[in-house]
């Protein structure tokens, strides 16, 4: 799987994603370089930050995922692609 690098640095400038890809990278580096795209990913689409995500409370949490699948749902994408983006959060 080819990595976008420039989607993974912006990812790891905040030191807080810097410090939980580490903390992934101990078991996988690939996982960890994906997952902290894909974050970055949905915090580009839905104008957020990491740790703005990290923050919320569970109501809120709830309610971004939801947002979210249905945000994706309506692009078209599959379950399994969804469940893909949303790992980074979810973990």
């Given at each position: 799987?080819?990595i976008?690098?420039?989607?993974?640095?912006?990812?790891?400038?905040?030191?807080?994603?810097?410090?939980?890809?580490?903390?992934?990278?101990e078991?996988?580096?690939l996982t960890?370089?994906?997952?902290?795209?894909?974050?970055?990913?949905?915090?580009?689409?839905?104008?957020?930050?990491?740790?703005t995500l990290?923050?919320?409370?569970?109501k809120?949490?709830?309610?971004?995922?939801?947002?979210?699948?249905?945000?994706?749902?309506?692009?078209?994408?599959?379950?399994s692609?969804?469940?893909?983006?949303?790992?980074?959060?979810?973990?």
């Amino acid at each position: 799987m080819k990595i976008d690098q420039s989607r993974l640095v912006r990812a790891l400038d905040d030191p807080d994603v810097a410090r939980w890809h580490a903390n992934l990278a101990e078991r996988s580096e690939l996982t960890a370089d994906i997952y902290a795209q894909r974050l970055n990913r949905l915090c580009d689409e839905f104008h957020t930050t990491p740790k703005t995500l990290w923050e919320l409370d569970s109501k809120g949490a709830y309610n971004y995922l939801v947002d979210a699948v249905k945000h994706y749902r309506g692009k078209g994408l599959a379950g399994s692609t969804i469940k893909g983006y949303l790992k980074p959060v979810i973990r």
